[in-house]
């Protein structure tokens, strides 16, 4: 298995600021995704994080509002911009190892918005 | 596109008891996977169980069981010997080719003592 790390695990922001989500893997993956999960909710794709190149949005995401960084095979980033109390969400990291099944996720970052 | 679907919002089972998950699943891609996950209320994304497409046998974790249906195209998750631990949010989900995982909604299960 893999050993993921997210940071932070749980924040509160005021409306219109921006908050950084990282995301740490313990060995070298090929793909990164970033999956959204509103209350109450299942998971939602927002993006595929690629080493090397911007990452591809799902639709109603784009990049102005959830940047994406990928800087090497086990570190990315989730920003959240201009923050509204509709982001309240669970935001999660997941990796595959390439074979496809193995696929693993992140503990999570809790983000309530006020 | 693939879709999954979980038509049983909550879930009661007595402890100690079998308890099955129902999912089905649509793709037209002969190539697959199928994942069952779950999700306590910390909120974290623990993998259970994966069944390839091609796979003979029913998949086994422990106590979880993937019956494997393909004809009907569905992928049922048995826990057997039910944990008050168990209560939990599980959500069925499948990919193909290089597309990324999609999940069902998810069902609710609550384990009574």
């Known amino acids: 298995s893999a050993v993921i790390s997210q940071k932070p695990s749980r924040d509160i922001c005021q409306r219109g600021t921006s908050l950084t989500i990282q995301c740490q893997v313990d060995?070298?993956?090929?793909?990164m995704f970033w999956y959204r999960q509103q209350p109450g909710q299942s998971l939602t794709l927002i993006a595929t994080?690629?080493?090397?190149?911007?990452?591809?949005?799902e639709s109603g995401f784009v990049i102005d509002k959830f940047p994406i960084s990928r800087p090497n095979l086990t570190f990315s980033t989730l920003t959240v911009s201009n923050m509204s109390p509709e982001d309240s969400s669970i935001y999660l990291c997941?990796?595959?190892?390439?074979?496809?099944?193995?696929?693993?996720f992140g503990p999570g970052t809790r983000l309530t918005v006020t | 596109a693939q879709k999954i679907t979980q038509t049983q919002p909550g879930m009661f089972v007595q402890e100690k008891e079998a308890v099955t998950l129902d999912c089905t699943y649509d793709t037209s891609d002969p190539s697959y996977g199928l994942f069952w996950y779950k999700q306590p209320s910390s909120g974290e994304m623990i993998f259970l169980i994966y069944?390839?497409?091609?796979?003979?046998q029913n998949a086994t974790e422990g106590r979880y069981s993937l019956n494997f249906q393909k004809a009907r195209k569905s992928a049922n998750l048995v826990i057997s010997a039910s944990q008050l631990g168990d209560s939990a949010m599980y959500f069925c989900?499948?990919?193909?080719?290089?597309?990324?995982?999609?999940f069902g909604k998810g069902t609710r299960l609550s384990v009574i003592a």
């Open positions: 060995s070298q993956v090929t793909m």
């Open positions: 994080a690629n080493q090397g190149s911007e990452a591809t949005y």
């Open positions: 989900a499948t990919y193909s080719g290089n597309t990324p995982l999609v």
């Open positions: 069944q390839g497409s091609y796979d003979q």
């Open positions: 997941s990796v595959d190892r390439g074979s496809g099944d193995e696929q693993y």
